[in-house]
Nanobody, 119 residues
């Protein structure tokens, strides 16, 4: 059973910052695309950012310039640094690990961590 262990959510005021962490097994982390998704109540789950093992990153337009995804290969952990948070960033954030398109393997999800941006 592959587990992605998330941490770092919470309540923050608008304009504040949070950092999310997601630890994965080395066998997954070293070859999979690691990403963060979010889902607000009544809405679909959207990609926020992703990072390949080679260092390529991709961001949703609504977080560009505010969020940064990074990987610590020694700790098998992916981070999402979220700055200048807005109330519309409120959602459950999920860590995701997936193989490259066309490669074999299953996708995995973390348990989700709540991020609430409110004054």
């Amino acid at each position: 059973q592959v587990q992605l262990v998330e941490s770092g959510g919470g309540l923050v005021q608008p304009g504040g910052s949070l950092r999310l962490s997601c630890a994965a097994p080395r066998s997954i982390f070293s070859i999979y695309v690691m990403g963060w998704y979010r889902q607000a109540p009544g809405k679909q789950r959207d990609l926020v950012a992703s990072s390949t093992s080679g260092g390529n990153t991709n961001y949703a337009d609504f977080v560009k310039g505010r969020f940064t995804i990074s990987r610590d290969n020694a700790k098998n952990t992916v981070y999402l640094q979220m700055n200048n948070l807005k109330p519309e960033d409120t959602a459950v954030y999920y860590c995701n690990a997936r193989p490259f398109i066309g490669s074999p393997g299953d996708a995995y999800w973390g348990q989700g961590t709540q991020v609430t941006v409110s004054s």
